[in-house]
């Protein structure tokens, strides 16, 4: 591992080890990365002790994968030149995790950003850091920052919030505070009134924090390249007794500006409990106003309110640089990582084309609409599977026989026994074991213009011919002359003299509910001409179920004929046979399951080997 001095915590080397997946702070410290010009990103692992893996994210413009371990062991064993432990753990986590990071020999700074630790553990994690010589930053931190070279988590706010604070490379001050929310105000402040920040902490407002306003202090006056030194303390507690204390014991001899927040304490009539733990006086001695006249009488740099903080620190930089002790800083050139594209889009600055275009039904809202009617109205009237079907195939409403004629269509062609294509090759693959989608589709795909697929070559050939006025029997000479059947026509077993249950009974509803049925007469004035040639040669109820759809969508008064057309052209038609009989092959699967079917071997004698 790379040797660095006491007094640096993190460079533009150090390479963290995330514990727990907060996917938004890993970003965060990966474009501060970027931006600061980092060859390598600064998070080298996470551990995820829900889930090993890989975790994608950006550097720059780039992807890169991040490895997930389940445990801390594995990850420094992996990673042992990651010497810092960045601790998402929850408050009953974050003990237990960050003793054991402290007995690893390879971590040697930990960031604790859990809150409500308590008290007692945190004691005893800071004993134990201070015995092992270690770091924490924490609990109840954001964490902390060294300019153009590490952060640790959510610190310092958005990539605006760093470039404009100049934290893409190093300034020359110090700084530490107790609160993580006032750290990124004071990291502007300073940018403001300065040549920029060196490295800020937020140590924590727990009253026990892993490491204390002055012990960072006092490592920061060790640092050569840290000419100021800029701190914000709160009232309760006697942590700033012990910046005065180390002030006049020579530790910290560098200039000093300091504030203690919580002066407006003495406007109220009892003691006042601020937002962290330790912010409360307990007696005069841990007020605001006796601490800052404490420092100020031991030589810090006091403003005479917060508003002026700023100010001072400004005039205090200055006289360092007039008496020369601040080198200039070329500003380098600051890589801008691209925006995400999600965020590009909330703000409105990016536009980009959809990739698909729906216009059947959306979910985004708090109930899904089928063609911009919410389920719970077509429900409550009652539509059926018609209604549904006629909303996201045809985006329309249509009569309400409409709906009980495509029903009826569902139920009489939802299954014709075993023995045809699509329910064979059903059953087989059931038998070899397998599920029941694989053995839907085994069946499905068997649909064609051999097997159930004549419905829509039904409707063009019979639309085509009564539309170009041919007379029934000129259609048939017609297609006797091209060599084409006429699709529709024909049934292997099925006759004059021994009609089809299923077409008398769609004739019947068509004849009964539409106002008209042009197309279906028209296609019995040809089956009288074909069936007295051959009397098999009969309306089939793939025929019968075409024409009568035709006649439905052209007299219910829901669309025009090129509409009709169109749908037709589409294969809506056979989407309605494919529809009605998965409904059987599924019936087939299950029946298969059921009766404990073996593996099916055809057998040889059923096989003319040639």
């Known amino acids: 591992m790379e040797h660095r001095p006491e007094y640096i915590l993190f460079d533009e080397n150090t390479r963290a080890i995330i514990f727990n997946y907060q996917q938004n702070a890993i970003q965060r410290m990966l474009d501060f990365d970027?931006?600061?010009?980092?060859?390598?990103?600064?998070?080298?692992?996470?551990?995820?002790?829900?889930?090993?893996?890989?975790?994608?994210?950006?550097?720059?413009?780039?992807?890169?994968?991040?490895?997930?371990y389940r445990s801390l062991a594995e990850?420094?064993?992996?990673?042992?030149?990651?010497?810092?432990?960045?601790?998402?753990?929850?408050?009953?986590?974050?003990?237990?995790?960050?003793?054991?990071?402290?007995?690893?020999?390879?971590?040697?700074?930990i960031a604790i950003i859990a809150e409500g630790v308590p008290e007692a553990r945190a004691r005893e994690l800071a004993e134990r850091a201070q015995a092992y010589n270690k770091w924490i930053?924490?609990?109840?931190?954001?964490?902390?920052?060294?300019?153009?070279?590490?952060?640790?988590?959510?610190?310092?706010?958005?990539?605006?919030?760093?470039?404009?604070?100049?934290?893409?490379?190093?300034?020359?001050?110090g700084f530490v505070s107790k609160s993580g929310g006032m750290s990124n105000e004071m990291y502007m402040t300073i940018a403001k009134h300065t040549d920029g920040l060196y490295e800020?902490?937020?140590?924590?407002?727990?009253?026990?924090?892993?490491?204390?306003?002055?012990?960072?202090?006092?490592?920061?006056?060790?640092?050569?390249?840290?000419?100021?030194?800029?701190?914000?303390?709160e009232v309760g507690g006697e942590d700033e007794y012990d910046i005065i204390e180390s002030m006049q014991a020579?530790?910290?001899?560098?200039?000093?500006?300091?504030?203690?927040?919580?002066?407006?304490?003495?406007?109220?009539?009892?003691?006042?409990?601020?937002?962290?733990?330790?912010?409360?006086?307990?007696?005069?001695?841990?007020?605001?106003?006796?601490?800052?006249?404490?420092?100020?009488?031991?030589?810090?740099?006091?403003?005479?309110?917060?508003?002026?903080?700023?100010?001072?620190?400004?005039?205090t930089f200055a006289k360092l640089q007039a008496e020369g002790k601040v080198p200039e800083i070329q500003e380098p050139p600051v890589p801008r990582p691209p925006m995400d594209y999600a965020a590009a889009l909330k703000t409105g600055v990016i536009r980009k084309p959809a990739s698909f275009v729906c216009?059947?039904?959306?979910?985004?809202?708090?109930?899904?609409?089928?063609?911009?009617?919410?389920?719970?109205?077509?429900?409550?009237?009652?539509?059926?599977?018609?209604?549904?079907?006629?909303?996201?195939?045809?985006?329309?409403?249509?009569?309400?026989?409409?709906?009980?004629?495509?029903?009826?269509?569902?139920?009489?062609?939802?299954?014709?026994?075993?023995?045809?294509?699509?329910?064979?090759?059903?059953?087989?693959?059931?038998?070899?074991?397998?599920?029941?989608?694989?053995?839907?589709?085994?069946?499905?795909?068997?649909?064609?213009?051999?097997?159930?697929?004549?419905l829509d070559g039904a409707a063009q050939h019979f639309t085509y011919a009564y539309d170009n006025e041919l007379k029934p029997l000129d259609f048939v000479k017609e297609m006797k002359a091209k060599g084409t059947n006429i699709q529709g026509i024909g049934h292997r077993i099925k006759s004059v003299q021994n009609p089809d249950i299923r077409v008398t009974l769609i004739k019947e509803f068509a004849k009964k509910h539409f106002p008209s049925t042009p197309i279906l007469d028209y296609a019995l004035d040809v089956e009288a001409i074909t069936t007295s040639k051959r009397n098999n040669l009969i309306l089939n109820v793939d025929g019968c179920i075409a024409v009568c759809f035709v006649d439905m969508m052209r007299t219910c008064?829901?669309?025009?004929?090129?509409?009709?057309?169109?749908?037709?052209?589409?294969?809506?038609?056979?989407?309605?046979?494919?529809?009605?009989?998965?409904?059987?092959?599924?019936a087939h699967y299950l029946d298969q399951k059921r009766l404990q079917q073996p593996l099916y071997r055809h057998p040889w004698d059923d096989i003319a080997f040639l």
């Open 359 to 454: 216009s059947v039904s959306d979910d985004r809202g708090e109930e899904v609409t089928y063609n911009k009617t919410p389920l719970s109205k077509l429900l409550k009237d009652n539509v059926g599977v018609g209604g549904v079907i006629s909303r996201l195939w045809f985006q329309r409403e249509l009569p309400s026989y409409a709906y009980r004629f495509i029903e009826l269509v569902l139920q009489v062609v939802a299954d014709h026994g075993p023995a045809v294509a699509g329910a064979h090759n059903t059953i087989v693959t059931s038998r070899a074991g397998k599920d029941l989608i694989s053995s839907l589709v085994s069946g499905m795909l068997t649909i064609g213009p051999r097997f159930g697929g004549a």
């Open 75 to 109: 990850a420094t064993e992996k990673h042992p030149n990651s010497d810092t432990l960045v601790n998402f753990a929850s408050f009953r986590s974050a003990y237990p995790s960050s003793k054991e990071a402290l007995s690893l020999p390879s971590i040697r700074s």
């Open 250 to 315: 020579g530790r910290i001899n560098k200039p000093l500006v300091i504030w203690v927040t919580g002066t407006c304490s003495k406007m109220f009539p009892a003691e006042v409990q601020f937002g962290h733990a330790g912010a409360r006086a307990d007696s005069t001695r841990e007020t605001a106003d006796a601490k800052n006249q404490a420092l100020r009488e031991a030589g810090a740099v006091v403003p005479e309110s917060y508003d002026s903080f700023g100010t001072v620190i400004g005039e």
């Open 200 to 233: 800020g902490y937020a140590v924590g407002g727990d009253k026990y924090p892993g490491s204390t306003l002055v012990a960072h202090l006092e490592r920061m006056n060790s640092n050569p390249d840290i000419k100021m030194l800029v701190c914000l303390g």
């Open 34 to 68: 970027y931006a600061c010009n980092r060859e390598r990103p600064s998070v080298a692992c996470i551990v995820n002790p829900s889930r090993a893996g890989l975790h994608k994210a950006f550097f720059g413009p780039s992807e890169i994968l991040i490895p997930m």
């Open 557 to 586: 008064g829901a669309f025009s004929p090129e509409e009709s057309d169109e749908f037709i052209q589409m294969g809506a038609l056979n989407g309605l046979f494919v529809l009605g009989r998965s409904i059987g092959l599924m």
């Open 137 to 173: 930053i924490g609990p109840a931190t954001v964490g902390g920052i060294v300019a153009g070279a590490f952060k640790i988590g959510n610190t310092a706010g958005t990539i605006d919030n760093i470039i404009a604070s100049k934290l893409y490379r190093k300034g020359h001050v």
